[in-house]
């Protein structure tokens, strides 16, 4: 209970005091290792392997590295809340032309795709059935970050087979 109220906080917080964005360039694979460090950490002992497909070169990224790394910790913890039965959680980074690519993939049951559109909505959860404490929010706050930063979110599953939410953040 007390998760959940401090989620509805963090909420109305956020909606009433929308600070401006913090930009300043940041090594964004230097972030991406140290969340994928930490979910190691995390996971060690669950019988999920992680797997960090993050380039050698540092890419650097004009974003608010705080709000990113949130975006990044409710994608990773989202494929483990939904994925966990698959055993693996990828997470990836790459330079597409001016572009970055951020990826967080797992092997979980996947998502239909009539529930493609709304996966991102505020309170929604895909499939009633599925089991968690989240109030449908993470993937909502995502898209919010994603879209106040000029990115991108898509979503790639295959029913059955793996969820890949991803996104693209301009340079």
């Given at each position: 209970m007390d998760k959940l109220l401090d989620q509805l906080l963090n909420i109305a917080r956020h909606e009433q005091h929308m600070p401006p964005l913090q930009l300043a360039p940041h090594i964004l694979s230097e972030l991406m290792r140290k969340v994928a460090t930490d979910y190691l950490l995390f996971?060690?002992?669950?019988?999920?392997?992680?797997?960090?497909d993050i380039e050698e070169v540092d890419v650097v990224a004009v974003i608010d590295a705080q709000l990113?790394?949130?975006?990044?910790?409710?994608?990773?913890d989202n494929a483990i809340r939904?994925?966990?039965?698959?055993?693996?959680?990828?997470?990836?980074?790459?330079?597409?032309?001016?572009?970055v690519l951020l990826t967080?993939?797992?092997?979980?049951?996947?998502?239909?795709?009539?529930?493609?559109?709304?996966i991102f909505e505020r309170?929604?959860?895909?499939?009633?059935?599925?089991?968690?404490?989240g109030l449908g929010i993470?993937?909502?706050i995502v898209k919010e970050i994603t879209e106040s930063h000029h990115g991108m979110l898509g979503l790639a599953s295959d029913l059955d087979k793996r969820i890949a939410p991803s996104g693209a953040l301009e340079r």
């Open positions: 996971l060690d002992g669950k019988n999920v392997v992680l797997e960090a990113i790394e949130r975006a990044l910790r409710n994608l990773l939904y994925g966990e039965e698959g055993h693996y959680l990828g997470i990836g980074l790459a330079e597409e032309g001016e572009d967080v993939k797992d092997r979980g049951k996947g998502i239909p795709q009539e529930e493609y559109e709304r309170f929604y959860r895909a499939d009633g059935g599925r089991k968690g404490e993470g993937l909502s």
